[in-house]
């Protein structure tokens, strides 16, 4: 990095799951109501959209940590997602939930850092999980 003049002000990095063996939206929300969330984060934020003409949930979101943090993590149902845009999903896929982790200014400059120097991303997702960002389940 020191070889350019680059300012990064966001980065996200998106892990898709197509099992719910991991997590699934009723899951998390269970893990933050039963306070199986062990987090630097103080709250959680959830967003349900639902038609008004079917009153069908379209898209489900809970994140944490604030739209203007250095970081936030977000998880949201992203088969819903795709199908309410009206994409067209492949009819094998069972679950399809996201994890976006995003990085701010400062936050997102020192990731790539990291990445520079570590050369493997992965293990830069592990240290920032392994940081205590954020930790769910029993």
């Known amino acids: 990095r020191d070889n350019f003049d680059v300012k990064v002000t966001r980065i996200d990095i998106a892990i898709d799951t ?22 630097r984060f103080k709250s959680s934020t959830e967003f349900i959209q639902k038609s008004l003409s079917s009153s069908e949930v379209e898209s489900e979101t809970i994140w944490f940590g604030s739209r203007t943090s250095n970081i936030q993590i977000v ?8 199908i309410n845009a009206s994409y067209e999903v492949d009819k094998n896929i069972e679950f399809w939930y996201r994890c976006e982790l995003r990085f701010r200014n400062e936050v997102a400059m020192n990731l790539i850092d990291v990445i520079l120097s570590q050369g493997n991303y992965i293990e830069c997702i592990n240290l920032i999980v392994l940081d205590g960002i954020l930790q769910v389940g029993g």
Do not use: A, G, P
């Not at 991991?22 to 987090?39: A, C, D, G, H």
């Open 18 to 39: 197509f099992t719910d063996k991991y997590f699934t939206m009723q899951k998390l929300r269970e893990y933050i109501k039963n306070k199986q969330v062990v987090s």
């Open 75 to 82: 998880f949201y149902n992203k088969k819903m997602e795709r």
